[in-house]
């Protein structure tokens, strides 16, 4: 189990939490300083988590839609998948849009998105003249299983 270190950056910041031992991602609470933030139809709002977290080197947190409320009220990440590096000290905050044709309605610690911590590889890009051949080669965007 990783360690994650975190700061409330507000008294009433609700911790990250993982719903079942085998949650993938660990839910963000709305930390919104009123009852309730309406977000209209079409509009995006950018949602407080009063949370701030030193992810370790070699580990990226990304933010992504909880399944309740993307599939119910049509509310999930505008950039449908943030990405938190392990260098940022700041708030943790969610931009949340809505998918759906009537306004949805945001309380104080309501569970708002996911995060997930995972490994990346930094890359160094090498400049060549050609790449290796393989059967799909250029093909993209549903060309893969055509005969």
Same mark, same amino acid.
């Given at each position: 189990?990783?360690?994650?270190?975190?700061?409330?950056?507000?008294?009433?910041?609700?911790?990250?939490?993982?719903?079942?031992?085998?949650?993938?991602?660990?839910?963000?609470?709305?930390?919104?300083?009123?009852?309730?933030?309406?977000?209209?139809?079409?509009?995006?709002?950018?949602?407080?988590?009063?949370?701030?977290?030193?992810?370790?080197?070699?580990?990226?947190?990304?933010?992504?839609?909880?399944?309740?409320?993307? @599939?119910?009220?049509?509310? $999930?990440?505008?950039?449908?998948?943030?990405?938190? %590096?392990?260098?940022? #000290? /700041?708030?943790?905050?969610?931009?949340?849009?809505?998918?759906?044709?009537?306004?949805?309605?945001?309380?104080?610690?309501?569970?708002?998105?996911?995060?997930?911590? @995972?490994?990346?590889?930094? $890359?160094?890009?090498?400049?060549?003249?050609?790449? %290796?051949?393989?059967? #799909? /080669?250029?093909?993209?965007?549903?060309?893969?299983?055509?005969?």
């Amino acid at each position: 189990m990783e360690k994650i270190k975190f700061v409330k950056l507000n008294d009433k910041a609700i911790v990250p939490s993982y719903g079942t031992p085998f949650s993938a991602g660990a839910d963000l609470y709305a930390l919104l300083g009123e009852e309730r933030i309406e977000i209209k139809s079409g509009e995006t709002k950018l949602i407080h988590t009063g949370i701030a977290l030193q992810i370790p080197d070699g580990l990226v947190g990304l933010i992504y839609a909880r399944s309740g409320i993307a @599939t119910k009220r049509g509310l $999930a990440p505008a950039n449908k998948v943030g990405v938190i %590096d392990s260098d940022y #000290r /700041g708030e943790i905050m969610v931009s949340l849009h809505n998918h759906s044709d009537k306004p949805q309605f945001i309380e104080e610690g309501e569970r708002i998105a996911q995060i997930v911590f @995972t490994p990346y590889v930094v $890359a160094e890009f090498l400049e060549c003249d050609t790449l %290796d051949d393989t059967d #799909r /080669g250029a093909g993209g965007f549903g060309s893969t299983g055509k005969v």
